[in-house]
């Protein structure tokens, strides 16, 4: 009987580390199960420390985003203006009003002006041409009863010219233009009008 005591408890033993389990003293309570951590999750800290609370990745865009790189490259002050932002969510990039521009992109010296330019007496043209303005006035009826504007819409009235003060789309919709000006074209013809002093970059008369 005595020779089959160290067979039992090394068989024993064996079925305890087999089982991946570990026997607990008398008296003690079991170790509370683990977890499952969702995909992504960091690995949990030693005993000691509290583990990190669990953030799932941010969810990714639920469409294309345009981009306006290129673009910023040199208009940077337009990289988180209003209405640029809130276009290119809908993946409306500059080159949908102003037109590729490649060789206004491409002249470091900035003398070449965009393909399109407006106006802003002519600029809700250029608006109309995406955003429907019969949606536009219907849009307004069904913000009337909201009490969380601190102004109500009235595209019809702006539409209509009567209001003295909010004449063009961008008077509510985003500042979107320079204030600081090197170079200035007439925006019907292109032909540059004015330009500061800095020194060109390319000379005049290449050879």
């Known amino acids: 009987m005595r020779s089959l005591l160290p067979a ?21 309570p079991p170790p509370p199960p683990v977890q499952a951590q969702p995909p992504g999750a960091p690995a949990s800290l030693p005993a000691a420390g509290a583990p990190p609370p669990y953030e799932p990745p941010p969810a990714p865009p639920t469409g294309p985003i345009a981009d306006n ?29 102003h037109g590729l521009s490649s060789p206004h992109s491409t002249d470091e010296d900035g003398l070449t002006a965009p393909d399109r330019m407006f106006r802003k007496e002519t600029l809700r043209l ?4 995406c955003h429907d303005w019969v949606k536009l006035i219907a849009s307004d009826k069904t913000k009337a009863g909201r009490t969380d504007l601190p102004e109500k819409p009235d ?10 003060d909010k004449r063009f789309c961008t008077d509510c ?5 320079m204030y600081y ?3 200035a074209w007439n925006k019907r013809s292109g ?6 002093g800095t020194p060109r970059m390319l000379p005049a008369n290449p050879r």
């Open 181 to 183: 000006r090197t170079r």
């Open 155 to 164: 595209h019809q009235a702006v539409l209509e010219g009567r209001v003295p």
């Open 8 to 28: 039992l408890l090394i068989a024993g033993s064996t079925i305890t580390l087999l089982s991946g389990q570990q026997a607990n003293p008398p008296g003690r």
């Open 126 to 129: 250029n608006c109309l041409t």
């Open 191 to 196: 032909l540059l009008t004015a330009k500061d």
């Open 69 to 97: 790189s290129r673009c910023f490259v040199c208009h940077a002050n337009y990289e988180d203006e209003a209405l640029s932002l809130t276009h290119a969510k809908a993946n409306v990039g500059c080159i949908r009003c």
């Open 173 to 177: 919709h985003g500042e979107h233009r």
